[in-house]
């Protein structure tokens, strides 16, 4: 029986695809409900959609039987792992890792410099006519705080290096040492916040980091203090952010939100100090040619069985 392999992007735009498994193509349409492209129980690896609706990129998952992979297309994968009990042991979950970083990580400086430069201001005068000046902060001499510090994190303080930052103090799940200096554990948060000018959220959204921004986080960062957020929208508590945003004791940016897609009439809308963009750190120019890299040079490890990158965990393996 010939393998299938699921992928979001067309067969005949990707180069370099091994030969062996039989590749369909399958989105899952303008409206969700596109008709799968195969027989199910045939589909080896399934790609996930990108830039789909979460119940379109999981509605796969419990009729594919003899999966073994699961690709996306995103660097979290929180989505997918709501939906593990649909798939059978074995099969390793693979994230973007080498897709994303330069965007988002462009994007992160990108929202820390608006919002410090106060160019949300400037768009609003040039609208109405009106020529705005005044002293600004600048991002030299500042204090940022990275709080994730894997393949983004690290991406983001390329990018802030020219930038003659005072300091870049860095944060993931556990200590270790990088050529750029330590990286210190999420226990250290606590310690870290007051001395940081701009905090910069890339970390994965897991049940540890769900709401790691709290009314306590928030109330250690320093008056004044810029919260960028480019990871996940839950990792901030919205009803927290939106208390000390009221106050006007710090302000924020953000490419994500707790709800997304943020509804009209939210007050996140109108919070003062806040400047939102829609969850765009990864879809840029540079993403397709990323993705089909990737995809391809997974599927050659995967025919030739070779180790498969960027694997998350592996389906009924301890911990999963």
């Known amino acids: 029986m010939t393998a299938e392999v699921w992928l979001p992007i067309r067969p005949d735009e990707m180069d370099g695809l091994p030969e062996g498994p039989r590749y369909l193509f399958w989105d899952g349409g303008d409206d969700g409900n596109q008709d799968f492209p195969g027989d199910p129980a045939r589909c080896a690896v399934y790609v996930v959609p990108y830039m789909k609706p979460h119940p379109v990129r999981v509605r796969p998952l419990e009729h594919l039987g003899g999966v073994q992979v699961v690709q996306t297309l995103t660097a979290g994968v929180d989505d997918v792992m709501g939906r593990l009990d649909a798939l059978p042991p074995g099969v390793r979950l693979c994230n973007a890792r080498g897709v994303h970083e330069a965007s988002t990580a462009e994007l992160a400086l990108t ?44 991406a983001t303080e390329d990018r802030l ?6 300091r870049v103090a860095r944060v993931a799940r556990s200590a270790r040492t990088t050529a750029r200096g ?31 921004v709290d009314a306590g986080f928030l109330a250690r ?8 957020n480019v990871a996940r929208g839950p990792v901030v508590d919205t009803e927290a952010l939106l208390a000390e945003t009221r106050r006007g004791r710090i302000t924020a940016a953000l ?14 809308w109108r919070a003062p100090g806040v400047l ?6 990864g879809p840029t120019s540079a993403f397709l040619p990323r993705a089909k890299r990737l995809v391809t040079d997974q599927l050659t490890r995967f025919v030739n069985g070779e180790p498969l990158r960027n694997v998350i965990l592996t389906t009924g393996a301890s911990g999963a």
């Open 111 to 154: 929202l820390t410099l608006a919002a410090l430069r106060g160019v949300p201001d400037f768009v609003r005068a040039q609208d109405k006519g009106e020529w705005l000046g005044g002293f600004r902060p600048a991002l030299a001499d500042r204090n940022v705080l990275i709080v994730g510090y894997g393949a983004i994190g690290a």
């Open 255 to 268: 490419d994500v939100t707790d709800p997304e897609p943020l509804p009209a009439g939210h007050p996140l």
């Open 182 to 212: 330590p990286v210190h554990p999420l226990a250290e948060l606590p310690a870290l916040l007051p001395e940081a000018d701009v905090v910069i959220l890339c970390t994965p959204l897991t049940e540890e980091t769900r709401h790691l």
């Open 276 to 281: 939102i963009s829609p969850h765009v750190g």
């Open 161 to 166: 290096v020219p930038f003659e930052v005072a």
């Open 221 to 228: 960062m320093k008056d004044g203090a810029l919260l960028v």
